[in-house]
């Protein structure tokens, strides 16, 4: 009988923006090739080595929707353990969600990137929008 080897593990730490603006949230389409592609998040993404999460947050707000973002506060923090599949790694997802007060109409700005289209989505849509649980902990965190 032969025992798998454990799977490696890895964190990544990411920084999201909650942006709510005349009933509706700011979102963000994954891009095909990436896990979830399809579905709706928040914009943001992985902190770069030596990154502040603060840097990262306006980085990816600006690659994702086109928006300067000059404003945010920490609503709070996300920590979620993704089991893999035997091929995969196992994942800690360290996630810092900020309230940023966003206006205006969005456009992805990085080209190839791991979102293809950006939308305001009112948040009576939400429920038949394809998103990820994200969303739902973003929006959690903002209206409580």
Do not use: C
Request: charged letters at 25%.
């Amino acid at each position: 009988m032969t025992l798998d080897a454990p799977k490696p593990r890895r964190t990544r730490l990411a920084a999201y923006a909650v942006a709510l603006s005349n009933g509706s949230i700011l979102l963000a389409r994954i891009a095909a090739g990436y896990p979830g592609e399809g579905k709706w998040t928040l914009p943001g993404g992985g902190v770069e080595w030596g990154e502040h999460p603060e840097e990262a947050l306006i980085r990816e707000v600006h690659e994702e929707t086109g928006f300067s973002v000059t404003q945010y506060s920490l609503l709070g923090i996300n920590s979620r353990v993704f089991h893999a599949s035997r091929l995969h790694s196992d994942l800690h997802a360290v996630r810092l969600l900020y309230d940023v007060p966003l206006e205006g109409d969005p456009k992805v700005t990085e080209i190839d990137g791991s979102v293809d289209h950006a939308s305001w989505v009112p948040l009576d849509d939400i429920g038949s929008t394809k998103t990820v649980e994200l969303v739902r902990i973003g929006l959690e965190m903002k209206l409580r």
